[in-house]
């Protein structure tokens, strides 16, 4: 039996019913039992600012702890103005700071966006890749997974009620989770 690994599932998203924290939530119910995995919401993270570095503020420590004591990182988010969210952003700056200390550096990693909208995020899932390579994050290629009409996945109560899409997240869990196996150390 292989052993069990930890990932940081970021949810790029505040909105208390977003897509992207239900999307989050029925990964940890599809994942095989090889993978564990940790949802990070980005509420009360505070905005990264170079001054505080010094005594940084209790919630940047949460979060860079939660981030480094994971295996790898798997980020969900939806697509703002062709980007991530701002909240994202900053979870990537506080993440990664102070310069040469970024918790990210060498963990395998994965990217889902989703949008109501037909292309699924294909802007943010592209963007966040580009910052992941600065990060020396090795993101999954394959499958790649921009889930657009997310809109009549989900029932009132939250859970995942679209099977087409259960089959697709239940089949990218399992590729994420041998792509960690293969990384990790």
Same mark, same amino acid.
């Given at each position: 039996?292989?052993?069990?690994?930890?990932?940081?599932?970021?949810?790029?998203?505040?909105?208390?019913?977003?897509?992207?924290?239900?999307?989050?939530?029925?990964?940890?119910?599809?994942?095989?039992?090889?993978?564990?995995?940790?949802?990070?919401?980005?509420?009360?993270?505070?905005?990264?600012?170079?001054?505080?570095?010094?005594?940084?503020?209790?919630?940047?420590?949460?979060?860079?702890?939660?981030?480094?004591?994971?295996?790898?990182?798997?980020?969900?988010?939806?697509?703002?103005?062709?980007?991530?969210?701002?909240?994202?952003?900053?979870?990537?700056?506080?993440?990664?700071?102070?310069?040469?200390?970024?918790?990210?550096?060498?963990?395998?990693?994965? %990217?889902?966006?989703?949008?109501?909208?037909? &292309? /699924? =995020?294909? $802007?943010?899932?592209?963007?966040? @890749?580009?910052? !992941? *390579?600065?990060?020396?994050?090795? %993101?999954?290629?394959?499958?790649?997974?921009? &889930? /657009? =009409?997310? $809109?009549?996945?989900?029932?009132? @109560?939250?859970? !995942? *009620?679209?099977?087409?899409?259960?089959?697709?997240?239940?089949?990218?869990?399992?590729?994420?989770?041998?792509?960690?196996?293969?990384?990790?150390?």
């Amino acid at each position: 039996m292989a052993s069990q690994s930890s990932t940081a599932v970021i949810v790029g998203s505040l909105r208390k019913e977003s897509f992207s924290l239900k999307i989050a939530k029925a990964l940890t119910t599809l994942a095989p039992p090889s993978l564990q995995l940790d949802v990070i919401t980005l509420n009360g993270l505070s905005f990264y600012n170079q001054d505080l570095e010094a005594t940084p503020p209790a919630d940047w420590g949460n979060f860079r702890d939660r981030v480094r004591s994971a295996d790898a990182v798997l980020f969900v988010t939806p697509e703002y103005n062709r980007s991530v969210p701002g909240v994202l952003k900053n979870a990537i700056d506080v993440g990664s700071r102070p310069y040469g200390q970024s918790v990210f550096n060498g963990k395998p990693g994965g %990217v889902i966006s989703n949008s109501p909208g037909a &292309i /699924g =995020g294909f $802007g943010a899932n592209h963007h966040l @890749r580009q910052s !992941l *390579v600065f990060l020396n994050v090795s %993101v999954l290629q394959q499958p790649e997974a921009y &889930i /657009g =009409g997310i $809109g009549d996945a989900f029932d009132e @109560r939250g859970d !995942l *009620v679209k099977a087409s899409l259960r089959e697709f997240l239940a089949a990218y869990v399992n590729a994420f989770a041998a792509w960690v196996a293969q990384h990790k150390k």
